[in-house]
């Protein structure tokens, strides 16, 4: 559930964004190629635990590299959601994708938690069994 309010959120704020009158070509094409790697890379990791594709694929540690995604990912959105929100110059639809941003900032920073849990504290839990 949580994978799916992050692509709902990075979408809404992707189109926002994309369908706003732009005042800084630089900050919004950033935004939007961000909210895209962003979205895609969820959208990846989304497939491949609805399919179990992490079960053939053994040389990968699917929980780091989840992690890592989601660790480098939420940087670059939150970067981009504070740059998109200071050049929006009250735009509606440029302030509406930054929003949407920032709460897919929030729901990432909920995944690295949960990635974190599951890849981190697992293991050195049963490190020491």
């Not at 992707?14 to 706003?20: A, G, L, P, W, Y």
């Not at 690295?112 to 050195?124: A, E, G, H, L, R």
Request: aromatic share 14%; with cysteine.
């Amino acid at each position: 559930m949580l994978k799916v309010a992050q692509m709902i959120s990075l979408l809404v704020g992707f189109i926002s964004v994309n369908n706003s009158p732009w005042t800084d070509y630089s900050a919004f094409s950033y935004f939007q190629i961000v909210t895209m790697c962003d979205l895609i890379m969820i959208l990846f990791f989304y497939i491949i635990h609805i399919f179990r594709i992490y079960r053939q694929l053994t040389c990968v540690s699917w929980p780091l590299a989840e992690f890592l995604h989601y660790l480098i990912g939420t940087i670059l959105l939150l970067i981009a959601s504070i740059v998109a929100a200071s050049k929006s110059y009250n735009l509606t639809g440029l302030v509406a994708g930054a929003t949407f941003g920032f709460l897919a900032t929030i729901l990432c920073v909920l995944s690295i938690w949960s990635s974190y849990k599951v890849s981190c504290i697992t293991q050195s839990t049963n490190a020491s069994v």
